[in-house]
């Protein structure tokens, strides 16, 4: 009588689903990045806050980018997702917000994308207090034309138009955004998954402009033209040389190079969105003649909302 095998043991089990494989187009991998680049830790984290926020409808989510390697994000992300032109990310979400007051909108996109080119809409964003998210991706260089100087690219940091280094002062991201009215401001590393996580989970559940500014290696170009080596050595000196104070003076969040990074939540504060005040500005002017969008106030969060339902 032949005897039944007996079970295999598999140390390692097949992997035949990815934890975010609901989240990702995965049709479109391989993805554009590089090794060790960070993009891909900053979309997993987004996508993670997305499953770990209960409230937040997945279905009434949207995702913007500019052009460049962030750009590429809103392509990987299985939401309603827009690759628009560059720079153009918030003007784009600007009036998807405005005509979809439904959908919670994050502009997810490059240094070089949000603050150069599309710099003058991040002001009047922030200004008016316009309801989305922007995940501002930072890795101090337009890596996908080549490396070329940015407004963020540090003092004194090598990039292929600066090869002697860069004689700019760089911006100082979150104080330009807290000060033209964000309303909620915050910068992580790429290695502070969980505090990153968390922010975006607290800014899906709020309303008015958020902004966050994640530092995320670029080891192909940054780093290269900057004897910095691999993603992991970046990460580690984001270990070194990151420090949380979320009560630290935003006059005092400029980045040096090879300097500490001040890392934390540093505004968070409610204030009437665009949408509040041309409400009560035309209610004012109008009377009963003016009939507003009539949506509760938060309409992409349900206390029931099923993550198992994401609409194919
Ligand atoms: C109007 C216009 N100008 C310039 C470009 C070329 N361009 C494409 S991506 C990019 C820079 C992207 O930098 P960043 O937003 O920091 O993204 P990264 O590649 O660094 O992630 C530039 C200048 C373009 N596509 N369109
Ligand atoms: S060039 Fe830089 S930012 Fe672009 S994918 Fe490669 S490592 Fe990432
Ligand atoms: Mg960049």
């Known amino acids: 009588m032949s005897e039944e095998a007996p079970p295999k043991i598999m140390r390692r089990k097949p992997v035949t689903d990815h934890p975010m494989s609901d989240?990702?187009?995965?049709?479109?991998?391989?993805?554009?990045w590089c090794p060790t680049c960070g993009l891909g830790t900053v979309v997993n984290c987004l996508g993670t806050s997305i499953l770990k926020t209960p409230e937040v409808d997945p279905n009434h989510i949207a995702v913007v980018s500019g052009i460049g390697c962030a750009g590429?994000?809103?392509?990987?992300?299985?939401?309603?997702?827009?690759?628009?032109?560059?720079?153009?990310?918030?003007?784009?979400?600007?009036?998807?917000?405005l005509s979809r007051p439904d959908m919670k909108v994050i502009v997810f996109s490059g240094?070089?994308?949000?603050?150069?080119?599309?710099?003058?809409?991040?002001?009047?964003?922030?200004?008016?207090?316009?309801?989305?998210?922007?995940i501002c991706v930072n890795n101090f260089i337009y890596a996908m034309t080549g490396g070329q100087t940015a407004p963020t690219t540090p003092t004194h940091a090598r990039s292929s138009?600066?090869?002697?280094?860069?004689?700019?002062?760089?911006?100082?991201?979150?104080?330009l955004a807290?000060?033209?009215?964000?309303?909620?401001?915050?910068r992580w590393t790429a290695l502070h998954v969980r505090r990153l996580q968390k922010s975006i989970s607290e800014v899906l559940k709020k309303k008015g402009f958020s902004f966050i500014e994640v530092i995320s290696p670029c080891p192909t170009l940054y780093a290269r033209l900057n004897n910095l080596g691999t993603g992991l050595d970046l990460m580690?000196?984001?270990?070194?040389?990151?420090?949380?104070?979320?009560?630290?003076?935003?006059?005092?969040?400029?980045?040096n190079f090879k300097g500490?990074?001040?890392?934390?939540?540093?505004?968070?504060?409610?204030?009437?969105?665009?949408?509040?005040?041309?409400?009560?500005?035309?209610?004012?002017?109008?009377?009963?003649?003016?009939?507003?969008?009539?949506?509760?106030?938060?309409?992409?969060i349900s206390s029931n909302s099923d993550k198992e339902k994401i609409e194919k």
């Open 72 to 97: 590429r994000g809103a392509g990987y992300l299985r939401f309603d997702s827009f690759h628009t032109t560059h720079g153009r990310a918030l003007p784009f979400a600007t009036g998807l917000s």
């Open 161 to 175: 138009t600066s090869p002697f280094g860069n004689s700019d002062p760089p911006f100082n991201l979150p104080y």
């Open 236 to 255: 580690r000196f984001y270990h070194d040389n990151s420090e949380i104070n979320n009560d630290a003076d935003l006059k005092s969040l400029d980045i």
């Open 178 to 186: 807290a000060s033209c009215g964000a309303t909620y401001v915050a």
């Open 260 to 300: 500490k990074i001040i890392c934390g939540k540093f505004v968070d504060l409610d204030s009437p969105t665009y949408r509040d005040r041309y409400d009560e500005e035309n209610e004012h002017i109008l009377g009963d003649k003016f009939i507003p969008y009539d949506l509760p106030d938060f309409p992409h």
């Open 23 to 32: 989240l990702l187009r995965i049709d479109r991998f391989p993805h554009v």
């Open 111 to 134: 240094d070089g994308d949000i603050v150069s080119i599309g710099g003058n809409h991040l002001i009047h964003a922030a200004r008016r207090n316009m309801d989305m998210v922007v």
